[in-house]
């Protein structure tokens, strides 16, 4: 008699387990609908700015402004663990979020939310390395356009770049005086176009660009609302500035995955692309944007010299004066 028995507890096991799956799934499908119903009426208040930035400490900065007021009924909703806040900042509804250090979290995040929200177009901030020796920590860069300097060809020391790299370092030019200059092992590099693809362009035909332009009628809103506001000089009472920071809107900037502290390769960056400020999302979530035909600009504060100053970066220092300086340009232009 034990074996039907056995039958029978297993029988009941397997009613149970799928009864479980069942539950489960019911309830994760009331909790899409939910968060579904949630969105929609979100998104019949819109539309919205998109404010994206990147990680803790300019998150804090934007917040301890006490700027962004949170919907009084919707005040979040939380996608692929990325949390949305839903607000307005100086009378102008926003939707804010952080999308995470990198290429992919940037380009991920700001597909979502072009997709998901009601949105008129996409301000992204943060803080950046400075590669131009004319602008100094604490400053406010608004770049008209982006490079992505992080897409290689890594080729061997004798080695032709390809014609159709717009830039090329040879790595034997930055061996150690004394120790041989020329040959080097790790060869030489060749910087390669982005494939672009966007809503007016043909299906599954990229273009091929170097650049990509924000948003020129923000870039002159910007100019208009932006150019000789009062930066923070003063990290405290002790650390300071020995300069005034100021605003400029129209230098080039450079996105890669890639924290850049060296001197070399900054410089480098700087004499070949022109850039003034070295990040890790702008170009992505630029090129997003257009891919999808919204509106964009970027605003990033000036944290170290990417290399360039004596002993440790200097981003644990002013990085949270860069984070307050951008906050503070963020706060105005959508004021």
Request: charged content about 15%; hydrophobic content about 40%.
């Amino acid at each position: 008699m034990a074996a039907p028995a056995t039958t029978l507890v297993r029988q009941c096991l397997a009613v149970l387990f799928l009864f479980a799956i069942l539950v489960s799934s019911t309830c994760g499908s009331l909790a899409r609908s939910r968060k579904s119903a949630t969105i929609k009426e979100i998104n019949r208040n819109g539309p919205y700015v998109g404010l994206i930035t990147v990680y803790a400490p300019e998150e804090n900065a934007f917040f301890a402004s006490k700027a962004f007021k949170s919907h009084p009924k919707h005040p979040f909703v939380d996608l692929a663990g990325r949390r949305y806040r839903v607000g307005e900042v100086e009378g102008s509804k926003v939707i804010y979020v952080r999308c995470g250090i990198g290429l992919v979290n940037a380009a991920a995040t700001t597909q979502q939310m072009v997709d998901v929200f009601e949105i008129s177009g996409i301000v992204h901030f943060g803080i950046a390395g400075n590669a131009n020796s004319s602008m100094s920590i604490g400053d406010v860069v608004i770049p008209k356009q982006f490079v992505q300097t992080g897409l290689w060809d890594w080729l061997k020391p004798n080695a032709t770049v390809d014609s159709s790299d717009f830039g090329e370092m040879d790595i034997g030019e930055y061996n150690v005086k004394g120790k041989g200059k020329g040959m080097n092992l790790l060869g030489k590099i060749g910087y390669f176009t982005e494939q672009f693809y966007s809503e007016t362009g043909k299906p599954n035909q990229p273009q091929r660009l170097i650049w990509f332009p924000t948003t020129p009628h923000w870039l002159l809103l910007a100019s208009q609302k932006l150019q000789g506001m009062k930066l923070e000089r003063c990290v405290n009472a002790s650390l300071c500035l020995e300069t005034e920071p100021k605003l400029v809107v129209g230098l080039n900037g450079s996105t890669a995955d890639a924290f850049v502290d060296n001197a070399a390769y900054r410089d480098f960056l700087f004499n070949t692309f022109h850039v003034s400020s070295l990040d890790m999302e702008s170009s992505a979530i630029v090129m997003t944007s257009l891919s999808n035909d919204y509106a964009v600009i970027v605003i990033r504060g000036l944290s170290d010299l990417a290399g360039a100053q004596q002993g440790d970066n200097h981003i644990k220092l002013f990085g949270p004066l860069a984070a307050t300086n951008t906050a503070k340009a963020v706060i105005q232009f959508n004021s």
